[in-house]
């Protein structure tokens, strides 16, 4: 038989429409694309199937926003750490980010896979909107908005790929551990900023 739908709690339209991503990205990573139907999607969420397509049109646009929500670092996730010198921020930015990654193992790497596909130009364009995002959050949180040029936003969305990279070796294949993970992107983050901010940077 099929689920019951959810209770429904009223909510205001921006928590409703959360509560649906959230419902998405775990629906998602749990099963294959086109085993997940927005019916299904409204009835976890215990919303009218009406309402999804309201927020977010058709499946392949709520697919999309879910790749983005995963790609781009939510301000609140890395809020309150630009503290210390740049290796402790570093590390500390990271941390937060193997954190997410933990709490959304599936959707994660299915976000990672996303991003190795060519070919999809629309959800291209998502995810490097999305990675820009991030590196905006990146720069702002360790305070180098004064020396932030081109080449240090391509050294940080190259570094981006081996962050993706590691946390599924991590995920995945488990050969490294969380620790180890996290003490390998700290340190090349920190290695980053300095080999590509100029002598102005706070490196203190």
């Known amino acids: 038989m099929p689920a019951e739908p959810k209770t429904r709690t009223r909510l205001d339209a921006e928590e409703r ?26 009835r976890e969420s215990g ?39 740049l290796e402790q921020r570093c590390h500390a930015l ?13 959707i994660w790497l299915v976000t990672v ?21 991030t590196v905006g959050r990146v720069i702002t949180t360790l305070e180098l908005e004064d020396v932030a040029d081109e080449r240090l936003r391509a050294a940080i969305r190259a ?3 081996m962050a993706r ?12 551990t969380r620790s180890e993970t996290l003490e390998l992107l700290a340190a090349t983050m920190a290695a980053v900023i300095r080999q590509f901010t100029l002598p102005l940077a706070r490196t203190d």
């Open 94 to 106: 990271v941390d937060r980010f193997l954190t997410v990654v933990e709490r959304n193992r599936a």
């Open 17 to 42: 429409r959360v509560q649906i991503l959230d419902v998405a990205r775990r629906l998602f990573g749990e099963k294959p694309y086109a085993a997940v139907s927005l019916a299904e999607v409204a």
């Open 113 to 133: 896979d996303a991003m190795s596909v060519r070919g999809d130009s629309e959800a291209e364009d998502v995810m490097r909107e999305a990675e820009d995002v």
């Open 47 to 85: 919303v009218v199937r009406g309402l999804v397509n309201h927020y977010f049109g058709s499946k392949r646009a709520l697919y999309l926003e879910v790749l983005r929500d995963m790609m781009a670092a939510p301000e609140r996730a890395i809020a309150g750490l630009a503290e210390g010198s």
């Open 165 to 176: 990279s590691a946390s599924a070796e991590w995920l995945t294949h488990g050969t490294m």
């Open 159 to 161: 570094y981006g790929g």
